[in-house]
């Protein structure tokens, strides 16, 4: 399985952008996905996960009640909707795929990445 995302940009405090992580080469149905971000020197950070059903969500508190998680297996997708973007949400973000199904906060559990997506958001 390959993972693409897509969908950043630049906007201004305040703004939304929705990511979109496409899967090719095989279903990712079965895999729980999920988002991370690394901002300049910064460490790699959880951003959103969910579960094969789409069932189960987990969500960094920093994120939480601003992004969303969703998934289309019919069409190997994952998105991220992110409202209200700060300056602090300003990173390049990724998508990631753990085949044995499980939500988790830790990176090293997803063994599926795909390329980021840069997210820039101005004051």
């Known amino acids: 399985v390959q993972l693409q995302a897509s969908g950043g940009g630049s906007v201004q405090a305040g703004g939304s952008l929705r990511l979109s992580c496409a899967a090719s080469g095989d279903t990712i149905r079965d895999f729980a996905m999920a988002w991370f971000r690394q901002a300049p020197g910064k460490e790699r950070e959880f951003v959103a996960a969910l579960n094969a059903n789409g069932g189960m969500r987990s969500y960094a508190d920093s994120v939480t009640g601003r992004f969303r998680i969703t998934r289309d297996n019919d069409q190997n997708m994952v998105y991220l909707q992110m409202i209200r973007l700060k300056v602090d949400d300003m990173a390049v973000y990724y998508c990631?795929?753990?085949?044995?199904?499980?939500?988790?906060?830790?990176?090293?559990?997803?063994?599926?990445w795909g390329q980021g997506t840069q997210v820039t958001v101005s004051s």
């Open positions: 990631a795929a753990d085949r044995q199904g499980w939500v988790t906060r830790r990176d090293f559990d997803y063994d599926i």
